[in-house]
């Protein structure tokens, strides 16, 4: 399964390319495209509705949208359960009520954007090619970043937990293990990693993060970078490549997006620009669609360029 | 009924190699409590406005930390007097 971020600066029409893929792939392969963008179009690329933010356009294509609010409180509501479930003396309090606040903090609408990815490439096996559209540049880099962050986070605590529970274990030790049946004065505190829920918990973390770290940085897994031929992109989308080139994700091919014209020249200029930005990444032009002008009898993602020939699957190609 | 001479005199022993013990970890028992604080003030941090991990991290933990955030509340209030605090943890009367 090979799997496909569609990234850039905010209304360079990354929906639409990310459309037209799945469409062009889709003739042969069975491809989901899902979209995290807060601001959902893929129904209106597509000139259809989605239910329940799902919808099987053909045999080979389904299309689906994120709600990440939704994901937010589903989220939330599981941690608030397990809190209640610890402190069972605490349900007198409406709970749900002082924790509903944490739905505003910060980090909260990554993870959940960072879980759906996850929950999405782990149910999905049934397809070829996953295609996500994502959110404008900084909440895509940001949301991107966070299982390095987060990993380099729990390094950090498993550290500090394990020599928590070592002193612990000595403390134990000398003043004497206590037998079976035997009941002690003093708290017992867990030293056992098996035992300690903070250190489980860490573990399996780690283990969620290294595994989709790894997809994500692996072989089978690409970003795309849509840009238009104006300063702006190129500026944002430098930044963009430079996030990405940090967090060692590949990036498999760029589009010159709605070129015209009256614009070819700029065009032209801006990819030389990308083209020692990026060396050796592949570039593909896409003219601007005159579907987006002229109503909805045309199909959006129905575009005469191919995307898919330029993708480029391996970082050095065999010779 | 009663308890004979000989358990008495085996308790007092006991209860000398039990002192004895304590005494030998309470340095130890000092550094835990200040490892759980400083693990409890990472991760709860952005309360006193230190740097926060990412936020679920914090939420993901929170339901285990009972204890680390007792501790962490326990050196708050001990902080105003740290003098106090650092004859008691060397032992002077």
Redo the contacts between chains.
């Keep these: 399964m090979k799997i496909l971020f569609y990234t850039g600066k905010g209304g360079v029409g990354k929906s639409t390319m990310a459309a037209a893929a799945a469409w062009q792939i889709s003739r042969e392969n069975r491809v989901l495209i899902v979209s995290l963008d807060p601001a959902h179009n893929l129904g209106d690329i597509f000139c259809v509705t989605l239910e329940n933010g799902s919808r099987q356009l053909t045999d080979r294509l389904i299309l689906r949208e994120v709600d990440l609010k939704k994901l937010s409180r589903d989220?939330?509501e599981r941690?608030v359960k397990?809190?209640t479930?610890?402190?069972k003396y605490l349900q007198v309090l409406n709970l749900e009520r002082y924790f509903s606040v944490?739905k505003y903090?910060?980090?909260?609408e990554?993870?959940a954007l960072l879980t759906s990815i996850e929950e999405t490439i782990r149910r999905e096996k049934g397809f070829d090619y996953i295609i996500f559209d994502t959110p404008p540049t900084g909440l895509t880099l940001r949301f991107l970043a966070?299982p390095q962050?987060?990993i380099t986070?729990?390094d950090?605590?498993m550290q500090?937990?394990r020599?928590?529970l070592e002193?612990?274990y000595?403390?134990q030790k000398?003043?004497?293990l206590l037998k079976e049946g035997q009941k002690s004065p003093e708290i017992r505190?867990e030293f056992n990693e098996d035992e300690?829920?903070?250190i489980q918990?860490?573990k399996t973390?780690k283990n969620n993060y290294d595994t989709l770290n790894g997809i994500l940085q692996g072989e089978n897994c690409g970003v795309i970078l849509v840009f238009n031929p104006d300063v702006l992109s190129l500026r944002e989308s430098d930044r963009l490549m430079e996030g990405l080139k940090e967090l060692g994700f590949p990036l498999r091919l760029l589009i010159d997006n709605k070129v015209t014209d009256e614009n070819r020249e700029m065009a032209s200029r801006v990819e030389e620009e990308f083209k020692k930005m990026a060396g050796g990444i592949p570039l593909q032009r896409v003219a601007l669609s005159e579907a987006l002008y002229c109503g909805a009898e045309q199909k959006l993602y129905d575009i005469p360029e191919d995307l898919l020939s330029n993708l480029q699957w391996k970082e050095k190609k065999d010779v | 009924m009663g308890t004979s001479l000989f358990d008495h005199i085996g308790r007092f022993f006991a209860d000398i190699g039990a002192v004895q013990r304590e005494k030998a970890i309470a340095l130890t028992c000092v550094e835990l409590n200040e490892l759980e604080n400083i693990f409890a003030l990472l991760l709860l941090g952005s309360f006193v406005g230190f740097p926060a991990p990412p936020t679920f991290l914090s939420v993901e933990l929170l339901p285990f930390m009972e204890r680390e955030m007792a501790v962490l509340h326990q050196r708050a209030g001990d902080a105003s007097d740290m003098l106090a605090e650092m004859v008691g943890t060397m032992g002077i009367d």
């Design positions: 989220y939330l941690e397990v809190l479930d610890t402190y944490l903090s910060p980090g909260i990554e993870y966070l962050v987060t986070w729990i950090r605590l500090i937990r020599q928590i002193k612990r000595t403390i000398i003043r004497g505190l300690d829920g903070v918990r860490l973390m």
